[in-house]
T-cell receptor, first 113, second 114 residues
Framework: KAGVTQTPRYLIKTRGQQVTLSCSPI?????VSWYQQTPGQGLQFLFE???????NKGNFPGRFSGRQFSNSRSEMNVSTLELGDSALYLC????????????FGPGTRLTVL | QKEVEQNSGPLSVPEGAIASLNCTYS??????FFWYRQYSGKSPELIMS????GDKEDGRFTAQLNKASQYVSLLIRDSQPSDSATYLC??????????????FGKGITLSVRP
């Protein structure tokens, strides 16, 4: 079974720009969660999508948004980028039937200059 | 504030030793507990999950859960240099169903000396 895929793997943007990241979950998994990982804050939950609906949301500003498509693929968008948005963005796939075990993709490394 | 706390590291053990990694959590309703391993420059990899009090063994790894003490640990027996990584403890307030939010500890870096 193919794992979680994320594209792109690396991004360099400048302040004020916006960015869209993509995630394809494991086949058959319907839940996709997004996390931000930074050296200072560690791994922090952004949001979760299930059946095209946002089911849970972390404490991030409204500049961070996401969506999920009917094929369970998900995108997250960050508008008006700030230097502090530089991070590893991780997508996790959950089957929903196996005790909420989450499997991470390789991540997208975003650098904001 | 619901938190997950891990020992401050780094932790260094000789090859062949037992590495003991500890984690405490503050939310009493927590139901699912996970250990992830993260190599430098890579994403977290799920290595153990545990839901009931007691021990769960998988190869060289043993997870231990004590809900009364709000404590979960990971033991790595016969540590190998390839076990050198950051280990993240994660907690979910539900066992199944409508909540996939994991709360992570800051992680502890393990170094296994040859």
């Amino acid at each position: 079974k193919a794992g979680v895929t994320q594209t792109p793997r690396y991004l360099i943007k400048t302040r004020g720009q916006q960015v869209t990241l993509s995630c394809s979950p494991i086949s058959g998994h319907r839940s996709v969660s997004w996390y931000q990982q930074t050296p200072g804050q560690g791994l922090q939950f952004l949001f979760e999508y299930f059946s095209e609906t946002q089911r849970n949301k972390g404490n991030f500003p409204g500049r961070f948004s996401g969506r999920q498509f009917s094929n369970s693929r998900s995108e997250m968008n960050v508008s008006t980028l700030e230097l502090g948005d530089s991070a590893l963005y991780l997508c996790a796939s959950t089957s929903g039937s196996s005790y909420n075990e989450q499997f991470f993709g390789p991540g997208t490394r975003l650098t904001v200059l | 504030q619901k938190e997950v706390e891990q020992n401050s590291g780094p932790l260094s053990v000789p090859e062949g030793a037992i590495a003991s990694l500890n984690c405490t959590y503050s939310d009493r309703v927590s139901q699912s507990f996970f250990w992830y391993r993260q190599y430098s420059g890579k994403s977290p990899e799920l290595i153990m999950s545990i839901y009931s009090n007691g021990d769960k063994e998988d190869g060289r790894f043993t997870a231990q859960l004590n809900k009364a003490s709000q404590y979960v640990s990971l033991l790595i027996r016969d540590s190998q240099p390839s076990d050198s990584a950051t280990y993240l403890c994660a907690v979910n307030s539900l066992r199944t169903g409508a909540n996939s939010k994991l709360t992570f500890g800051k992680g502890i870096t393990l170094s296994v000396r040859p």
